[in-house]
């Protein structure tokens, strides 16, 4: 058992999340309007993933380094990231909340002739895997999501073989949380005197592009380590100073090249990007290397 607690959250049923999640709100459905399932939507979707929304997620699910493993995605929405481990020779399994998600899913493999182990619906909370199974656990935007966040590491640690890794993705406290969601939100707009100061219910109405999620948390640097205390955690970094706004139906304004160059050029991504790409392994608590150490070792 890990050492983060929130009580709060797991009063949120997982049949709502799960309905949320349903029809106009099935993950990257809102990047066009063409009729999900062909090659050509394939294209324009996985385009804009990794091209505008999310430019840094390439490099950091590292798609191209598990060839043979078997690799689970945990909340595959409509599969764009597991197909790129496929792409790469990793045996791929998939879970979803949703039946909708894995139904897009295998018709987006199929459509791109690639196999998979296995595409199932099935919650985080419980995965339907025997423990030290996995090489590999990956998943983007989605634990945040689960009523009971703490029972999600835990199977995943569970799933995993020793030494086997996982990468994760949730939201954290960057520009635009405490910009749109605090400042915008929840003072100009005077939704935190509408919610009597109960910031989780802002952060629900306002975090998602349609708005109105059952739960979305969003967790501290600190939360996090404590989430993640039962692994050996390799990095937590914060990425993605992302589009400027979002509006209805993602109608995407970038962040203009001047504040992105200026960011870049004092490194604030790290201190205001609103993913964190969380990287941690199954294995015993490694000390960290002191490089005097090293140096007195070595030389
Ligand atoms: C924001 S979407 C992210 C989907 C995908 N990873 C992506 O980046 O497009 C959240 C997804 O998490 C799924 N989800 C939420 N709670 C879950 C749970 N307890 N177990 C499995 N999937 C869950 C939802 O059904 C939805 O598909």
Same mark, same amino acid.
């Given at each position: 058992?890990?050492?983060?607690? +929130?009580?709060?959250?797991?009063?949120?049923?997982?049949?709502?999340?799960? &309905?949320?999640?349903?029809?106009?709100?099935?993950?990257?459905?809102? /990047? #066009?309007?063409?009729?999900?399932?062909?090659?050509?939507?394939?294209?324009?979707?996985?385009?804009?993933?990794?091209?505008?929304?999310?430019?840094?997620?390439?490099?950091?699910?590292?798609?191209?380094?598990?060839?043979?493993?078997?690799?689970?995605?945990?909340?595959?929405?409509?599969?764009? &990231?597991?197909?790129?481990?496929?792409?790469?020779?990793?045996?791929? /399994?998939?879970?979803?909340?949703?039946?909708?998600?894995?139904?897009?899913?295998?018709?987006?493999? &199929?459509?791109?002739?690639?196999?998979?182990?296995?595409? %199932?619906?099935?919650?985080?909370?419980?995965?339907?895997?025997?423990?030290? $199974? $996995?090489?590999?656990?990956?998943?983007?935007?989605?634990?945040?999501? #689960?009523?009971?966040?703490?029972?999600?590491?835990?199977?995943?640690?569970?799933?995993?073989?020793?030494?086997?890794?996982?990468?994760?993705?949730?939201?954290?406290?960057?520009?635009?949380?405490?910009?749109?969601?605090?400042?915008?939100?929840?003072?100009?707009?005077?939704?935190?005197?509408?919610? %009597?100061? &109960?910031?989780?219910?802002?952060? +629900?109405?306002?975090?998602?592009?349609?708005?109105?999620?059952?739960? #979305?948390?969003?967790?501290?640097?600190?939360?996090?380590?404590?989430?993640?205390?039962?692994? /050996?955690? *390799?990095?937590?970094?914060?990425?993605?100073?992302?589009?400027?706004?979002? /509006?209805?139906?993602?109608? #995407?304004?970038?962040?203009?090249?001047?504040?992105?160059?200026?960011?870049?050029?004092?490194?604030? *991504?790290?201190?205001?990007?609103?993913?964190?790409?969380?990287?941690?392994?199954?294995?015993? %608590?490694?000390?960290?290397?002191?490089?005097?150490?090293?140096?007195?070792? +070595?030389?």
């Amino acid at each position: 058992m890990n050492n983060y607690k +929130n009580e709060k959250a797991r009063s949120v049923s997982l049949e709502k999340v799960k &309905d949320y999640w349903k029809g106009k709100n099935i993950p990257q459905i809102w /990047y #066009t309007n063409m009729e999900p399932g062909s090659v050509a939507y394939y294209n324009n979707t996985s385009k804009q993933r990794y091209e505008l929304y999310f430019p840094y997620l390439k490099e950091s699910a590292e798609f191209q380094y598990h060839r043979n493993e078997k690799v689970l995605e945990v909340g595959v929405g409509m599969g764009t &990231d597991l197909i790129e481990y496929s792409k790469f020779g990793a045996k791929v /399994y998939g879970i979803d909340l949703g039946a909708d998600q894995i139904e897009l899913s295998k018709k987006m493999f &199929d459509t791109l002739q690639l196999p998979y182990e296995e595409l %199932k619906v099935a919650s985080v909370e419980k995965l339907p895997y025997q423990d030290n $199974f $996995f090489d590999l656990v990956y998943s983007f935007g989605v634990i945040h999501h #689960t009523p009971n966040i703490n029972a999600a590491v835990d199977e995943i640690y569970r799933v995993l073989k020793p030494g086997g890794r996982a990468i994760i993705m949730i939201y954290s406290r960057g520009w635009k949380h405490y910009l749109k969601r605090c400042f915008i939100h929840g003072f100009l707009k005077l939704k935190i005197f509408k919610y %009597k100061f &109960d910031w989780q219910k802002v952060y +629900n109405e306002v975090s998602e592009v349609n708005g109105f999620s059952p739960l #979305t948390q969003i967790l501290s640097r600190r939360q996090v380590t404590k989430l993640f205390s039962n692994f /050996y955690i *390799e990095e937590i970094n914060k990425k993605r100073l992302g589009e400027f706004f979002e /509006y209805k139906p993602y109608n #995407t304004i970038k962040l203009p090249n001047f504040f992105l160059n200026i960011f870049t050029l004092f490194g604030l *991504e790290r201190l205001l990007g609103e993913n964190f790409i969380i990287k941690v392994q199954k294995s015993p %608590k490694k000390e960290k290397g002191k490089i005097s150490e090293v140096i007195w070792k +070595n030389y």
